[in-house]
């Protein structure tokens, strides 16, 4: 396929399927355990991986294996691993690693734009985690 047509299949399925998730992520204040030491209790980080989670699994991925892991007092790990298929089967693998937790709120927030309130403009998603990681989940599973 031509890199121009893969390119627009991309941003298609970007301004389609992962935006308005995104958009749904920067609203959850699922702040780090270092700026939120009730997290497990406040669910926002638990809001953030079962969104990102319910959104692996509805990929079309041959072999997609998906898993929560959870360690008691830790937040908890979304892994999903992808088999290798054709030539790239040789047993090497590959991580990605991406992050759900957001820094606090701060201060000095444009007129309009908040940390919880995502807002587009001019093509870029403003919020709270939408540039810190929060897009890593979508970026390495992202399928052409």
């Given amino acids: ?23 749904e992520y920067v609203r959850i204040p699922a702040k780090s355990p270092h700026f939120d030491p009730a997290w497990e209790a406040n669910g926002h980080i638990e809001r953030v991986i079962r969104l990102a989670e319910a959104w692996v699994l509805a990929q079309p991925v041959r072999g997609l294996k998906v898993e929560i892991v959870r360690l008691p007092g830790r937040t908890p790990v979304l892994v999903f691993e992808v088999p290798a298929t054709g030539v790239a089967d040789d047993g090497r693998t590959v991580l990605l690693y991406g992050h759900l937790d957001k820094q ?20 870029k998603l403003y919020g709270r985690g939408a540039a810190d990681d929060g897009y890593a989940v979508f970026a390495a599973l992202t399928k052409m």
Avoid at 105 to 117: H, Q
């Fill in 1 to 23: 396929m031509p890199n121009d047509r893969i390119a627009d299949a991309i941003a298609r399925q970007w301004d389609a399927d992962i935006v308005p998730r995104l958009v």
């Fill in 104 to 123: 606090p709120e701060m201060i000095g927030w444009r007129e309009g734009f908040g940390p919880w309130e995502p807002l587009i403009e001019d093509g």
